[in-house]
T-cell receptor, first 114, second 113 residues
Framework: GAGVSQSPSNKVTEKGKDVELRCDPI?????LYWYRQSLGQGLEFLIY????????KSGLPSDRFSAERTGGSVSTLTIQRTQQEDSAVYLC????????????FGSGTRLTVV | GESVGLHLPTLSVQEGDNSIINCAYS??????FIWYKQESGKGPQFIID?????DKRQGQRVTVLLNKTVKHLSLQIAATQPGDSAVYFC????????????FGTGTKLQVIP
């Protein structure tokens, strides 16, 4: 597609439930990133996929968070047993190369855990 | 650890004036810097970037200045317009290793009509 697409745009879930957030990167972009943005905060790195290399999961805050990228394209971020502190905007970005050049962000998924 | 911080969380500027948004970075090994603009309800949008072998780079109405001596980055917006109202993030990365981009907290720019 023309841009990075994220779905859903908004998600309200009950504490303890699992959620899946989806990211469709720009076609041909080999790098895909997930960030989390809490209200009034900067962007917190979560995970990075680059081609067929093992993903960098160093930013995942706990083992409740996981992500996968199928076929080098679509990515899913899963949060298990959601907690209220997981409430944030989850942003996905893709890039044609490593360095963040040409980073294109999606509009994000606003997750609210009640 | 790495950190990128902004000096002013909110900046109010009269329409037509020039805006200057500042950023300090702590990783002296960082060699690539980016400014992003984030409008309400949207993801950050790339504005301009600069590599560490440059001191200045100009775009359309925007200029980025890099001072490696004091590890300072700034974004200048000429003739600020209401459409410039947004949160601006600086970001850094290092090409020598894993090239993850680290973002700062952001500065909110408010343009007064």
């Amino acid at each position: 597609g023309a841009g990075v697409s994220q779905s859903p745009s908004n998600k309200v879930t009950e504490k303890g439930k699992d959620v899946e957030l989806r990211c469709d990167p720009i076609s041909g972009h080999t790098a895909l990133y997930w960030y989390r943005q809490s209200l009034g905060q900067g962007l917190e790195f979560l995970i990075y996929f680059q081609g067929n290399s093992a993903p960098d999961k160093s930013g995942l805050p706990s083992d409740r968070f996981s992500a996968e990228r199928t076929g080098g394209s679509v990515s899913t971020l899963t949060i298990q047993r959601t907690q209220q502190e997981d409430s944030a905007v989850y942003l996905c970005a893709s890039s044609p190369m490593f360095r963040g050049e040409g980073y294109t962000f999606g509009s994000g998924t606003r997750l609210t855990v009640v | 650890g790495e950190s990128v911080g902004l000096h002013l969380p909110t900046l109010s500027v009269q329409e037509g004036d020039n805006s200057i948004i500042n950023c300090a970075y702590s990783n002296s090994a960082s060699d690539y810097f980016i400014w992003y603009k984030q409008e309400s309800g949207k993801g950050p949008q790339f504005i301009i970037d600069i590599r560490s072998n440059m001191d200045k780079r100009q775009g359309q109405r925007v200029t980025v200045l890099l001072n490696k001596t004091v590890k300072h980055l700034s974004l200048q917006i000429a003739a600020t317009q209401p459409g410039d109202s947004a949160v601006y993030f600086c970001a850094e990365s290092y090409s020598g290793g894993y090239q993850k981009v680290t973002f700062g907290t952001g500065t909110k720019l408010q343009v007064i009509p």
